[in-house]
């Protein structure tokens, strides 16, 4: 096997003030070609903490994660598609039930790949300068799987999860920050991201199969706060 690859990235903040039923427009990477993977990664910020900010997406693509919890004003989420060629370069992004300040958001595309991507995501309503995403066991085996870590809040980030490279970070009202590891394993559980200042944060751990893998239906993680299963 090999590790699947990023072959392309894209990304932007959008700091405008939306309504429901407003859309974000969503770059995404360039050369996307029938069966990439294509996968999104977006910080959303509400003008409510108590609100459960989302943004929905347009038919094809699919959840792979989302946590807001209840006093923090920060959302994250994830979607992923398997291209069909004909996707432009961006896609609307509609904001679903809470006014919207901004968003901030990486884009990947992805080959070498196999299955469908699987993430947990962790919120903390507490506030420090640690997010730490959580323990991510797909189910898969030992595999040589791609691993991304993210981290959202409305802080940058001064130092890395330990291992992890291929940094990247998109700072505005929102802050979206990934980075990723190639480790054959069976889970992984990244270390911390340090913030430049204490406040409220989300954080996820996600996983991509590789070519050639047989497809097994993934097993929720116990430290996962939200997982998605599929096959």
């Known amino acids: 096997m090999a590790f699947p690859q990023v072959a392309a990235?894209?990304?932007?903040?959008?700091n405008t003030d939306r309504a429901i039923g407003a859309n974000y427009a969503v770059n995404l990477p360039a050369g996307i070609v029938a069966?990439?993977?294509?996968?999104?990664?977006?910080?959303?910020?509400?003008?409510s903490s108590a609100a459960t900010i989302r943004l929905n997406f347009p038919a094809g693509w699919n959840e792979c994660y989302y946590v807001k919890a209840g006093g923090l004003y920060v959302g994250i989420q994830a979607e992923y598609?398997?291209?069909?060629?004909a996707e432009g370069a961006s896609i609307n992004a509609t904001v679903a039930n809470e006014?919207?300040?901004?968003?901030?958001?990486?884009t990947y595309r992805i080959t070498g790949y196999s299955g469908i991507p699987l993430g947990s995501a962790l919120a903390i309503?507490?506030?420090?300068?640690?997010?730490?995403p959580?323990?991510?066991?797909?189910?898969?085996?030992?595999?040589?799987?791609?691993?991304i870590a993210v981290h959202g809040s409305t802080k940058n980030v001064t130092v890395w999860p330990a291992g992890f490279g291929n940094t990247v970070e998109q700072a505005g009202d929102a802050v979206c920050s990934c980075c990723r590891l190639e480790l054959n394993a069976a889970?992984?559980?990244?270390?911390?991201?340090?913030?430049?200042?204490?406040?409220?944060?989300c954080a996820a751990t996600l996983g991509v199969q590789p070519a050639g893998a047989a497809t097994v239906t993934p097993k929720p993680s116990a430290a996962a706060k939200f997982i998605m299963a599929g096959g």
């Open 187 to 201: 889970s992984k559980n990244p270390g911390t991201f340090t913030i430049s200042a204490a406040t409220r944060w």
């Open 9 to 14: 990235a894209n990304g932007g903040v959008d």
């Open 125 to 132: 309503g507490g506030t420090d300068s640690t997010p730490d």
């Open 99 to 106: 006014n919207c300040l901004g968003v901030a958001y990486v």
């Open 134 to 147: 959580p323990d991510l066991a797909p189910g898969w085996g030992a595999k040589d799987i791609l691993w």
């Open 81 to 85: 598609r398997i291209a069909d060629g």
């Open 35 to 47: 069966g990439n993977l294509l996968l999104i990664i977006i910080t959303v910020r509400p003008d």
